[in-house]
């Protein structure tokens, strides 16, 4: 979507918005820790975020890679710089091609810095020279298909008047040119920034202004920002920070309050500006802190309008049904499914006509590494260790599982003190959702979608489970008429009560205006594919361990010898009724294993 557009809605909508700015590290370690953190700040409710073209160019291919995964893999509207710096016209074009390819829809078009090792800025061969040759080739070749924005420097209004004039025509010659939305430079001196609004709104200029917002992360990081970019600072500021140079944490609390008065007052001088832009330095504490100054509470719609992360890729803007086994395993369903051509009417389809990409094709592995996995999990020598280890994770207090990418939601709160009962009763379980009855959307725990609207959700678990206690749980499932299941084994032999060869949807909202919107399905063809998936993410785990230890060997013996099962309660009124059969069954099973025992103890006796 258009940043513009999403600026105008806010503004019919009377709501404050905000977004955040990164730039790409330089290492491959250094990237995949950005990524986390993004995927993590997205939880503050940033709008969009924007990411930054190395200062030369030289991290075009970084800076690609990044909106690729942004819009992609995390789902969020992103923004990438492009800059005519070291940019021949070719290297331009293959970037404006890879963004349309990733979905980005928004580029911020600038002339850019000086190439590193050079103190003035000059064009390459066959390049452009100034911002607004970027901007018209972009229409050029694009039409209107990009939202395209400019940057805006308040601290022209200190230039002598002539120059401040001068800047401000060629301000507005770049929007003439197709300029949708203006980012400003940083700023810490607020009245210079409210008299360069009023100025060039004076000239004509009318398209939105986002003002770049920097918090103060150390006393160092501040004096050197503000360095570079000639940035004044008031006196006030230096009077409140400096004596606290050599104390960063007091240097964040004070600049927070400094920086959070200043984002009161340009929110409160009718200069029709709702939003903040958030230049974060790639980290995390200082706008975090600035949000939590400033009150601003992310709204559930913007964090969640489906409850699974919805991808911006073209081919995926409109899909808004998936099956639940990759609740926890988003990247890899997203690469099973790349080549997929459409999603019909946005929904999932019949899984039968597309196929699922082959687990070669996108590569089965841990997130962690085998140090990581090792430190987590240690080395477990019996199968009640193993069970422990996901009733714990269940409960919160271990952070990751094989299974699962990230640690268990907020609405698994609901049902974790079951959830570790049915663990250590034998039940593995690894996917799992509450049953919901018309929470309103806005739900901090539940809520999806826009306001104003009401979400539900079956009862749902995914398990591995032995032969012999599953067929005692079937035989106490299959006394519920409203209870479906399905069960796989390794080899691919299925089996289940569910007699619809359709989805069964699992969850869905209801709100005005819309259709009745089922987002996460349940179907056979879908956890057959899933299952290659479950069980080599098990032996991945058991990979770790050296091969003669008792640890793999265990680990192996589990799988091999487990099924693979997902059970659905479809009374969604009754929030405890799926954990019913899973307690009797692992009692009986409890029961005949101690009647084995005693059996066995016996005839030792007799012997």
């Known amino acids: 979507m258009k940043i513009s557009k999403k600026i105008e809605q806010s503004q019919k909508e009377g709501k404050i918005w905000w977004s955040f700015e990164y730039f790409p590290p330089r290492t491959a370690q250094g990237l995949q820790n950005l990524l986390d953190r993004i995927e993590r700040m997205r939880n503050l409710g940033p709008e969009f975020i924007d990411i930054t073209w190395n200062a030369g160019g030289r991290t075009s291919e970084l800076t690609s890679e990044m909106v690729r995964l942004c819009q992609g893999v995390i789902g969020i509207e992103t923004c990438m710089h492009l800059t005519c710096t070291n940019m021949p016209r070719e290297k331009v074009d293959i970037a404006l091609c890879e963004a349309k390819k990733h979905g980005c829809r928004n580029i911020l078009a600038l002339r850019g810095d000086p190439p590193q090792g050079k103190d003035e800025w000059e064009a390459v061969e066959g390049g452009f020279v100034h911002g607004i040759d970027l901007v018209r080739h ?32 060629y301000l507005k010659e770049k929007i003439d040119a197709g300029v949708g939305f203006i980012f400003t430079q940083m700023f810490y001196d607020v009245d210079i920034f ?84 958030f230049y974060t330095m790639n980290l995390e504490k200082g706008t975090k802190m600035l949000l939590q100054e400033l009150n601003l509470v992310p709204r559930v719609e913007t964090l969640k309008p489906l409850p699974w992360r919805q991808s911006l890729t073209p081919n995926r803007r409109q899909e808004n049904i998936r099956p639940i086994f990759w609740a926890n395993r988003t990247q890899s369903y997203l690469s ?5 051509d459409e999603f019909p009417n946005g929904r999932f389809g019949d899984s039968r006509s597309p196929a699922y990409g082959e687990l070669d094709g996108y590569g089965v592995s841990l997130k962690q590494t085998k140090e990581e996995g090792l430190k987590l999990w240690g080395e477990p020598k019996s199968f009640d260790d193993i069970a422990q280890l996901f009733s714990k994770f269940c409960l919160k207090k271990l952070s990751a599982l094989p299974w699962s990418d990230q640690p268990v939601s907020g609405e698994t709160s609901a049902i974790a003190t079951n959830l ?25 725990k539940f809520g999806w979608g826009p306001g104003d609207g009401y979400v539900y959700q079956k009862a749902y678990l995914e398990f591995f489970v032995n032969p012999e206690l599953l067929e005692i749980l079937i035989s106490e499932i299959e006394m519920d008429t409203k209870m479906t299941y399905y069960v796989i084994n390794k080899q691919g032999d299925l089996r289940t009560n569910n007699h619809s060869e359709g989805p069964n949807a699992v969850t869905w909202g209801v709100f005005p205006g819309k259709e009745i919107v089922q987002p996460t399905i349940v179907e056979a063809i879908s956890f057959m594919a ?31 010898n487990s099924y693979l099962v997902n059970v659905v309660h479809n009374d969604f009124k009754d929030t405890k009724a799926i954990f019913a059969p899973f307690f009797k069954a692992g009692e009986k099973y409890a029961a005949s294993r101690a009647t084995a025992n005693g059996s066995a103890q016996t005839n030792g006796n007799l012997n």
């Open 530 to 560: 899933w299952k290659d998936e479950a069980y080599e993410l098990g032996a991945k785990w058991a990979n770790i361990y050296e091969t003669t230890s008792p640890s793999r060997k265990l680990i192996v013996d589990i799988l091999d």
């Open 194 to 277: 409210i008299d360069w609004v009023k100025a060039i709104r004076a000239a004509g200029i009318t398209i939105p202004i986002v003002p770049g917002i920097a918090p103060i992360q150390t006393w160092n990081g501040f004096l050197k920002a503000t360095a570079l970019a000639k940035t004044k600072i008031p006196q006030f500021f230096m009077d409140a920070l400096e004596p606290h140079k050599n104390d960063d944490e007091k240097v964040r609390a004070i600049g927070t309050k400094l920086v959070g008065d200043m984002c009161r007052k340009i929110l409160d001088a009718d200069l029709g500006i709702q939003g903040l832009h």
């Open 138 to 169: 972009i229409h050029k070749d694009y039409d209107d298909y990009f939202d395209i924005a400019v940057a805006g420097f308040p601290q022209n209004m200190l230039l002598p008047p002539e120059e401040r004039d001068l800047e401000i025509k």
């Open 420 to 444: 570790s009962k049915i663990n250590q009763l034998g039940f593995l379980t690894i996917n799992s959702q509450p049953a919901v009855n018309g929470a309103p959307s806005d739900d901090p």
């Open 336 to 340: 099973r499914t790349e080549n997929w």
